[in-house]
């Protein structure tokens, strides 16, 4: 049994996560400003607090730990990040809660640690066709993220990267591409594609029409929450530090991610685009290192997970509308 820190443990996948260490018979502690939204943590002990108090980031290592997971960062969906709304406090948020962690492990001597960064780092001239991105993990370089989350990732990754060079930190490294499933946020501004659009259809009524931000073509994919978490494992357990891409390969356009979702629905529906933040036009995992690597990748078909969340959204939907809110 290992002793386990899980920073940004009231999250979505933070969360999910605290399940799964628990699972395995580990001892957890979750850390994070909000408890999870959907259900009671599974962690043994859980802490609330701001992990930009450099004071409250001591307080928490408060025990010998042989694994801390840091998936703690001021993010969300399309909406949220490339509106430009929120750049600042974006950028200000996620960065100082990593210059607070790193310092205090290297001087508790913790040196194992899991970092969640995000396909939002690779470069927008390399996601221009939305038929053929390049998001191999080398392509990084040179660097021109989409947004300033983008940035702020990229930033905390060398940061991560430098540690281990100058302290001997042991830094595993995943950029997440876009992590979906039951229990993720669905309303609210910060929520995902593939929730929003659950939650559009289960709001239609049927023979009604759902919105799209730009004109669909964009292209994306899409992991399902349980791979994510798998693949964290696997790095976590190996000798890779990483940065190494953990999402599908399976790419589709939003107008057919819309179209799934509908037809899992049982309704009729039509769809109607309209101006917001999309993004850049192509994106997909590129999984060839993860398979050099850890000998692994994600096999789930997107539909699969789609049915599970559009379920779970659906309840959510119908529950929320009986006590009117």
């Known amino acids: 049994m290992k002793k386990i820190l899980v920073l940004g443990a009231g999250g979505f996948i933070g969360s999910h996560l605290v399940q799964f260490l628990r699972k395995q018979n580990h001892w957890v502690k979750g850390v994070d400003l909000k408890y999870p939204e959907f259900s009671e943590t599974r ?17 928490i290592l408060d ?9 703690a960062a001021d993010m969300g969906g399309a909406g949220y990040i490339f509106s430009g709304e929120h750049d600042a406090d974006v950028m200000h948020n996620s960065a100082l809660i990593n210059l607070n962690l790193l310092p205090e492990l290297l001087r508790q001597g913790i040196k194992k640690v899991f970092y969640s960064s995000s396909a939002c780092i690779y470069p927008e001239f390399n996601q221009l066709d939305p038929d ?46 876009n992590i979906f499933g039951v229990e993720g946020t669905w309303r609210g501004g910060r929520e995902k594609a593939p929730a929003a659009i659950c939650r559009k259809v289960a709001e239609a009524e ?99 997970g789609l049915e599970k969340t559009y379920r779970w959204v659906n309840e959510q939907v119908l529950a929320a509308s009986l006590v009117g809110i």
Request: glycine letters at 10%; a neutral charge.
């Open 206 to 304: 049927a023979g009604g029409t759902i919105e799209i931000w730009g004109d669909g073509n964009q292209t994306r994919s899409f992991l399902y929450i349980d791979e994510c978490i798998e693949g964290v494992a696997r790095l976590m357990q190996s000798g890779f530090t990483g940065p190494v891409n953990i999402g599908s390969a399976e790419m589709v356009t939003i107008n057919q991610l819309a179209e799934q979702i509908i037809r899992i629905s049982g309704k009729k529906l039509s769809i109607k685009h309209i101006p917001g933040p999309t993004g850049v036009r192509g994106r997909n995992s590129d999984n060839r290192l993860i398979q050099e690597k850890l000998h692994w990748t994600p096999s789930g078909r997107l539909g699969i």
């Open 43 to 59: 962690a043994n002990a859980f802490t609330i607090g701001d992990l930009r108090d450099p004071y409250f980031v001591r307080y």
């Open 63 to 71: 025990q010998p730990f042989d694994e801390v997971y840091q998936l």
């Open 132 to 177: 053929n991105p390049n998001c191999a993990e080398a392509s990084a370089y040179p660097a021109q993220p989409d947004s300033e989350y983008g940035w702020e990732k990229l930033f905390s990754e060398r940061f991560y990267l430098a540690c281990m060079r100058n302290h001997g930190l042991e830094p595993r490294i995943a950029r997440f591409h």
